[in-house]
C-alpha cells in the first residue's frame, strides 16, 4: 500500500513570514505491510528513483503555539511534481507559531493523512549563511561516463572520496554560527543518500537544494530545458536566489565551490548583485549575455521575477543598516595544487571581487590528516622554543 510522504521539509522563519518548500511523493508503506525493518543502513540513489515519478498533492499546515494552541491552519496545492514553495505571512497572532503539523488531505478523500511535525528554523540575528556546493567540493563523485554514472546511482555516496579540506572549512564556520545549506546538480532522488553522507560528517539540519530532472521532460511545467543538464550556471544561480529569498539578506555569507566548472563565475555574480546597487533590469541584462546563463523565454521571466524580489529585500536591508555592505567570502576549490583562478571577463578589472575568493587545496583522509600531524608538530616545536 502507498502513502504520502515528504522527501524533505524545510521551513525558515523570517522577520515578516514563514518560507516553505516541500516536497511529497508516494511511497509504499512497509509498517503496513508487517515487514521486518533492518538497522538502517547507507542508502544507495537507485532506491530513491521512484521520485521521478511525478503527483500532485495537498498539504494542511498547522501552526500551532508552544502551548499547544492552534493559531493557523490553511491548505496549499503541489506543483505538478509534488513540489511546494510559499510564504505564510506572520500576523500579529501567527508571531507565536512555534510548530508546523502536516497533513495530505488530497489522495484518500476524507482522511488527513499526517507527515511529520517540525519546527521552524530560526536564523538570528547577525544573520550567518554558508552555501556549500556537494559535487567535486565535499565529495569527489565522478558522472562523465555511463559507468560512473551507473556506480553512483548503486553504491551509497560513503564511496565516493571525501575532501577533508572542504569538510573542515564547513565545520568550521558552522562553528561560527553560519547555517549550512548544500547545492548540487546532482537528480533529486540523491536527497536520502547525500542527507545520510552529511549526517554521517557531522553536518546537521543543512538545507539541501538539488535538481529536479522532472523540469526537463515536462514540456509545460518545466523550469528547465535540456541545455541545462549540461549548463549549470542558471539553475545553480536560481537556487543561490531561492536560498536568500527564503532566509532574507544575510549579514555574512561563505559561499563554497570548485575549480571545475562555473562556480567562481556564478558566485561573483551574485556577490555583485548583492554588493551593488544596481537595477534588477541591468543584473538581467549581464546574466543574459553571460554564456553559462543562456536563458529561455519561460526562465527570463522567471530570473527577473526573482531579482526584483532580492532587489526588494536588499533596499530594506541597507535602509537597516544604514548602507553596510554584506560580508562575503567565496572558497573555491582547486582541482590541481598548480590551478589558478581564471577571472571571468566581467571581473577581470575588478580586483576588489577578487579579493574575496581563497583557493584552497581540496585534500582527501589521508593527505588531510598527514597535513593535520605536521602542523601539530609544528605548533609543539614552536612551544618548545618559547
Not at 214 to 234: A, C, I, N, V, Y
Not at 315 to 330: C, L, P
Request: hydrophobic content about 40%.
Amino acid at each position: 500500500m502507498k502513502r504520502p510522504h515528504l522527501v524533505h521539509f524545510l521551513a525558515i522563519i523570517t522577520d515578516d513570514a514563514i518560507n516553505i518548500k516541500a516536497s511529497i511523493t508516494l511511497k509504499e508503506n512497509l509498517i503496513a505491510q508487517n515487514l521486518d525493518l533492518d538497522i538502517p543502513t547507507p542508502k544507495f540513489p537507485i532506491q530513491a528513483l521512484r521520485l521521478l515519478n511525478a503527483y500532485q498533492f495537498t498539504m494542511k499546515i498547522i501552526g500551532v503555539s508552544k502551548d499547544q494552541k492552534e493559531i493557523y491552519k490553511k491548505s496549499f496545492e503541489s506543483d505538478s511534481f509534488g513540489n511546494f514553495n510559499f510564504k505564510i505571512p506572520l500576523t500579529k497572532d501567527r508571531q507565536d507559531i512555534e510548530i508546523l503539523q502536516l497533513y495530505e488531505t488530497r489522495k484518500k478523500p476524507g482522511l488527513e493523512l499526517h507527515l511529520g511535525t517540525y519546527i521552524p528554523l530560526r536564523i538570528f540575528s547577525p544573520k550567518k549563511i554558508i552555501i556549500c556546493d556537494f559535487d567535486k567540493t565535499l565529495v569527489d563523485t565522478k558522472y562523465s561516463t555511463t559507468k560512473e554514472v551507473y556506480r553512483s546511482l548503486t553504491r551509497s555516496l560513503e564511496e565516493n572520496p571525501t575532501v577533508m579540506s572542504s569538510v573542515e572549512i564547513l565545520h568550521r564556520y558552522i562553528r561560527r554560527g553560519h547555517h549550512p545549506f548544500i547545492l548540487s546538480a546532482s537528480p533529486h532522488f540523491y536527497e536520502d543518500a547525500m542527507r545520510d553522507w552529511l549526517y554521517k560528517n557531522s553536518i546537521f539540519s543543512a538545507g539541501i537544494f538539488l535538481k529536479d530532472y522532472r523540469h526537463f521532460f515536462s514540456f509545460l511545467d518545466g523550469e528547465l530545458t535540456t541545455k541545462d543538464l549540461k549548463l549549470q550556471g542558471l539553475y545553480k544561480l536560481n537556487h543561490l536566489l531561492d536560498i536568500l529569498l527564503m532566509t532574507g539578506i544575510p549579514d555574512e555569507l561563505v559561499l563554497m565551490g570548485d575549480n571545475f566548472e562555473s562556480d567562481p563565475a556564478i558566485y561573483l555574480t551574485l556577490t555583485k548583485i548583492l554588493r551593488e546597487d544596481i537595477d534588477p533590469w541591468v543584473v538581467w541584462n549581464d546574466v543574459k549575455e553571460q554564456d553559462i546563463f543562456q536563458l529561455k523565454k519561460k526562465q527570463n521571466s522567471q530570473f527577473l521575477n526573482k531579482i526584483y524580489q532580492l532587489d526588494n529585500l536588499l533596499t530594506r536591508k541597507r535602509k537597516e543598516s544604514g548602507g553596510k555592505k554584506i560580508a562575503i567570502k567565496i572558497f573555491i576549490r582547486k582541482r590541481f595544487p598548480t590551478d589558478e583562478l581564471i577571472a571571468p571577463p566581467a571581473f577581470e578589472k575588478q580586483k576588489n571581487y577578487l579579493d574575496m575568493i581563497e583557493m584552497y587545496d581540496g585534500l582527501y583522509q589521508k593527505e588531510f590528516e598527514k597535513m593535520m600531524e605536521l602542523q601539530a608538530k609544528s605548533v609543539k616545536g614552536a612551544e618548545s622554543t618559547i
